[in-house]
């Protein structure tokens, strides 16, 4: 079994550096070979995509962290998630470019404008749902998969090869060149993609994993702190001359008849008590019978 968030992130970059020698190439050499003159007409509408595809994305990613407050989803369904929202839509950005630049009949100014526009919406939408999933949590897979997927990447680049026989050279070598970078992005997230919808090969990282079980602790520990203080505590009767706790069995109290608690260690050390059955009271100034009404706590 081995990591496979490496394969998505390989495709990611391996996109992104061809976009980037295609933009290049494009502003260096497109006026001449293509007959391109509008440039920043083209950087401008490119922009203006990309700008409304962040804030639909931003949209979408702040209401899935609204409900994941709301209803305190775990890391682990929040992971398999966004795995599966990131690989659709990293799929889905690369499929429709491919689909325009490889069998598509448009302008070739549409067709640049299809390129870049979704490639940097792929690439945002791998930072967005996938970038930060990779600290959160091990997604693995097997040596069959990796096996099968390169024998299928293989079988493309050999038929894009014969087909690029067929064409004009120089048309030949962008569609070779498009189909073994969308070919390797479209590979790699449908490994991960596949791994995610089996279920059970995706876990918690192990810090993750730490740090999940110290907030549950801690919020244990917290509702139990708020718990012990909100739980009304047993009253605590006083002698109140001595204001000495009385207990039962070691200092008992007794409450006279005119509603005053006096401890029998005060009785004791009161003269007017000598023969131990009276009781004499400071606050009402007066003797009470012990034989009497009396109240031991």
């Known amino acids: 079994m081995g990591e496979i968030y490496h394969f998505t992130r ?57 409900i994941d407050r709301k209803y305190k989803t775990p890391v682990l369904k929040k992971c398999k998630r966004d795995l599966t929202i990131g690989c659709f839509g990293i799929l889905l950005f690369a499929i429709i470019p491919y689909i325009v630049i490889c069998f598509g009949k448009f302008p070739f100014a549409a067709t640049v404008f299809v390129y870049f526009a979704f490639n940097i919406t792929s690439a945002i939408v791998y930072y967005t749902f996938i970038w930060r999933i990779e600290n959160l949590c091990h997604l693995e897979h097997g040596t069959p998969q990796i096996a099968i997927v390169g024998v299928i990447y293989l079988i493309i680049a050999f038929i894009t090869l014969l087909l690029v026989s067929m064409f004009h050279s120089q048309i030949g070598a962008i569609v070779l060149v498009v189909v073994l970078s969308y070919s390797s992005v479209v590979m790699s997230t449908l490994i991960t993609l596949s791994t995610v919808l089996m279920g059970d090969r995706i876990e918690l990282a192990k810090s993750c994993e730490a740090n999940c079980n110290e907030k549950i602790n801690n919020q244990k520990k917290s509702k139990t702190r708020e718990n012990a203080e909100t739980t009304p505590q047993p009253t605590v009767l006083k002698c109140e001359i001595c204001m000495i706790p009385c207990i039962e069995n070691e200092i008992p109290g007794i409450v006279t008849s005119c509603g005053h608690r006096i401890c029998k260690r005060c009785i004791e050390q009161s003269p007017f008590d000598q023969n131990q059955e009276n009781a004499f009271c400071p606050f009402c100034h007066e003797v009470y019978d012990l034989n009497g009404e009396e109240n031991l706590v």
Do not use: M, P
């Open 10 to 66: 390989l495709g990611h970059y391996y996109q992104l550096l061809f976009t980037l020698l295609i933009a290049i190439c494009l502003l260096t050499f497109a006026s001449i070979d293509y007959n391109f003159e509008n440039h920043w007409q083209s950087i401008n509408e490119v922009v203006f995509a990309v700008g409304l595809s962040i804030l639909i994305i931003g949209i979408f990613k702040f209401r899935t962290i609204c």
